[in-house]
């Protein structure tokens, strides 16, 4: 019986070498499915991460009692061990300007040109994901107690890890705003730590991202669930989050995601005291290169303006070397999609690849 996630499921047997040399940035889901179906088909992989250890958000955000950690990293351990594929972790591919800081930053300890990997390669896969969170520019945003869910869980991932030595503060009343799994997770992991929990949407429950089901499950563990209300304001006390004010909404039209838009109610102000706010209000496109018009036309990479990467229809960005797939480009997305993205991505470039060594034959 297989105990692992195994990421090369369409793998029957390695085929024989083919000389190809693939540098893969990013080792969550879409990067480890390519590397999977790459390294079975006789190409030599290089995977780089940042992150200690490979499996991105699968290892390092969700919780264990959603993906089973352990089965990520025996997944790994296969693609290693039956495919030959080389993990170089700790390692954060970067342009050659200043980049943002990601969450996980503080963890690198060797840096690597992207300019060098498709020098040195003879294609570059890049999956980095989303390393950055949104959090709305209301008053009080910036007090100590406020963060992105992905940082609040982060932060839990490395101590059951190892990786600290000091558990984090999970805070005494916790407030998390959105209906999205990250939502979910941050508050789960609040009430599991001791916290008072409070979840907070703007639209209902039947609207919710992560669905009615996972609300009425983290309800039932003690979180309290509150819709139809926004954050407007976080109060601080000594910059030190004292509580937030939230606004009463309505639902209106459809808007652009088809959903009803929260429309807010005027006077319908509430306040309630926190020691902790945190926002899951969606995570931002990572990619390994700035928006900077020189740099992306020097490397014929083309950034959309959230920082998801442009490609073709066959997951090809304007480098004809270098391809892009899941997180990166769709913007977040769930694990199962990530993975066909990665999947898909793989198998055009393997295809590309065959087709310019028949060009070269046939010349």
Request: charged share 25%; proline share 7%.
């Amino acid at each position: 019986m297989i105990d692992y996630i195994n990421f090369a499921f369409m793998c029957r047997e390695k085929q024989s070498d083919t000389g190809i040399r693939i540098a893969i940035v990013g080792a969550g889901p879409a990067g480890l499915a390519a590397t999977g179906y790459l390294a079975c088909r006789g190409h030599s992989i290089d995977v780089y991460d940042k992150q200690p250890y490979p499996g991105g958000l699968m290892v390092f955000a969700i919780p264990p009692w959603r993906i089973p950690r352990n089965r990520v990293l025996e997944g790994v351990k296969d693609l290693e061990k039956r495919l030959g594929v080389r993990f170089i972790t700790r390692t954060k591919v970067y342009a050659s300007v200043e980049m943002p800081h990601e969450e996980g930053d503080e963890l690198v300890e060797k840096k690597t040109s992207l300019e060098e990997l498709i020098s040195n390669y003879d294609l570059v896969l890049l999956s980095t994901g989303t390393w950055r969170s949104k959090i709305p520019r209301i008053q009080g945003a910036n007090a100590k107690g406020v963060e992105s869910a992905l940082e609040y869980v982060y932060r839990f991932r490395l101590y059951e890890l190892g990786l600290v030595n000091s558990k984090p503060s999970a805070g005494k009343k916790v407030v998390v705003i959105g209906g999205g799994y990250s939502a979910i997770d941050a508050a789960e992991q609040a009430v599991k730590e001791g916290a008072e929990a409070y979840l907070v949407y703007r639209r209902t429950i039947k609207e919710a991202p992560a669905g009615i089901f996972e609300v009425e499950r983290v309800k039932r563990l003690g979180v309290e669930f509150m819709e139809l209300v926004s954050p407007v304001e976080i109060i601080s006390e000594g910059n030190a989050v004292k509580a937030i004010k939230l606004q009463r909404m309505q639902l209106g039209p459809p808007d652009e995601t088809g959903r009803p838009q929260p429309i807010p109610v005027p006077g319908s102000e509430i306040i309630i005291e926190a020691d902790r706010v945190i926002f899951a209000t969606g995570e931002l496109p990572t990619p390994p290169l700035p928006q900077s018009e020189d740099y992306m036309n020097k490397l014929g990479i083309r950034l959309n303006k959230d920082g998801s990467i442009v490609v073709n229809n066959i997951m090809q960005t304007g480098n004809p070397k270098v391809f892009a797939a899941g997180d990166v480009v769709t913007g977040p997305s769930k694990v199962g999609p990530a993975i066909k993205n990665g999947l898909y991505t793989a198998k055009y470039m393997h295809n590309w690849i065959e087709a310019k060594l028949v060009a070269s034959i046939a010349r």
